[in-house]
Nanobody, 115 residues
Framework: QVQLVESGGGLVQPGGSLRLSCAAS????????MGWYRQAPGQERELVAL???????DYADSVKGRFTISRDNAKNTVYLQMNSLKAEDTAVYYC?????????WGKGTLVTVSS
């Protein structure tokens, strides 16, 4: 079992920045990759950014150059630094952990980009 707890969401103006955190606990060694997904109202959940155990990263085209995923292995925490935020980035952001048998999800944190 893996437990994921997100934090750092909130209200930000367009052009602003936020940093999301995801703290993992439990069977940490079983995690192959961790990522951030988001789901806007009326839309499907989509992958935003991913970081593998080896440190490789991948991003959705819509966030490349603006978002950065990173991790602190000592703290078992993954971060999503979001810069130059746009109204279309408004969504619930979910932390995800991939293991051999499937996925674990956090409860999500709301990011609202609005003036």
């Amino acid at each position: 079992q893996v437990q994921l707890v997100e934090s750092g969401g909130g209200l930000v103006q367009p052009g602003g920045s936020l940093r999301l955190s995801c703290a993992a606990s439990g069977s940490i060694l079983s995690i192959n990759a961790m990522g951030w997904y988001r789901q806007a109202p009326g839309q499907e959940r989509e992958l935003v950014a991913l970081i593998t155990r080896g440190g490789s990263t991948d991003y959705a085209d819509s966030v490349k150059g603006r978002f950065t995923i990173s991790r602190d292995n000592a703290k078992n925490t993954v971060y999503l630094q979001m810069n130059s935020l746009k109204a279309e980035d408004t969504a619930v952001y979910y932390c995800n952990a991939r293991v051999v048998i499937g996925h674990y999800w956090g409860k999500g944190t709301l990011v609202t980009v609005s003036s």
